[in-house]
């Protein structure tokens, strides 16, 4: 009888490490982070929207709390944002969503609970388990037939968070992203628990490792033509100097070209990137239109030349030239300070922002000095003017 009874525990031990070594799980692992995500899933009943989750997150309490989210943007993500407790030994669960990208608040009527949690080595670790039902809220929805199934993942700007409340205060995150999962690989006959193994990731995949480098690129490209490039270039001609046109036109060319390569790498993230693919972002939207009327700056400019070294004035052309240039640089600074917004970047657009009224300050104000000074020179106000090319320049400094 004996033998027969540690015969049943036995197998009943074998059976437990038998589902825990055949359960499914995906896992996500950041390395420059040290942030981990593993996900499970149960069955749905054959409803893609419906199912029981689990996930265990884990990231270094350094970072003051971590986050995992349900689809690919933060705008209606059901967010499951993780910090230690007051005591610093256990780990407080928050599930927020948001509209747009204004700060998560709490979430009701989610049906959520903390499985287990730990705070040990620096490392902040916290095991969920979440039921999502299909008729519940307007939540992004976890399809588990999915094979590239997108969620969102953040962590903190390193400022301790210790809380037992669902409403504590967390900063802006530090870093964030967006992985895929094969969801078909999470899914388990019954209820398991996922568990973080190693650092490298498992039916799971993150953005591919040029998406950054073409973020950065696209926001100095452009961030830097039109808040910068342009506005000095149109300032250069206020200086007196023999060269100032070909400043001018030098440093024009040079944003306009990095305005049309910043563009290409923005449309070229968008099509092969999952977030704004849709191209339905006012950022986007303005975006392309900005760049794409440069070119028809760029005609205006040369016409308004050629056409004031033929006739020695102003033609309409150069008046379309120069109104037109306003708005594209004013339209390029807001779009600059869009774009900061959008990748939730205040601090950015805060400093986008100052820069940009500095530099159409300074411009209206040289614009409204050059129009005093003309009014004078019609006043009976002689002058004298050395070239062709300083009547010229004088003459499109007016009104700009």
Known sequence: MKTL????????????????????????????????????STGNNGNV?????SMQI??????????????NHMHDALMFIIYPSADGDDVTLSVRTTSGHDTPEPASGVNATVLSSEVENGKMTATIQWHQSSSSHKFNKVDVTDTKQPWIWAVGPSKQVRSNSINADINQHS???????????????????????????????????????????????LGGAFVIVFPVGVLGLRWRWTIAFKVHWILQLFATVGAYLGLAAAVFMSINGIEYAAFNQTHQILGICVVAVLSVQVIMGYIHH???KRFGRRTAPSYFHIWLGRVLIYGGMVNA??????????????AVGIVSVVLAVGLELMAFRHRRQHSRQLSGVRYSAKDDSTIALNSMQEDL
């Open 337 to 350: 300070i869009l774009g900061a917004l959008l990748s939730d970047n205040t601090g950015i657009a805060a």
């Open 5 to 40: 009874t540690r015969l049943t525990a036995f197998s009943g031990v074998l059976s437990s490490f038998a589902a825990h070594s055949l359960a499914k799980q995906a896992q996500f692992y950041e390395k420059s982070e040290n942030y981990g995500v593993a996900i499970s």
């Open 58 to 71: 884990s990231a270094p309490v350094s970072y003051g709390w971590a986050a995992v989210g349900t689809g």
């Open 49 to 53: 929207n419906a199912g029981e989750f």
């Open 175 to 221: 870093h964030y992203g967006v992985f895929f999962v094969d969801m078909t690989a999470t899914q388990n006959a019954v209820s398991t628990v996922p568990k973080i193994s190693g650092t490298s990731s498992v039916s799971a995949e993150g953005q591919p490792e040029y998406y950054h480098a073409l973020v950065y690129s696209h926001a100095i490209l």
């Open 306 to 308: 050629v056409n004031y």
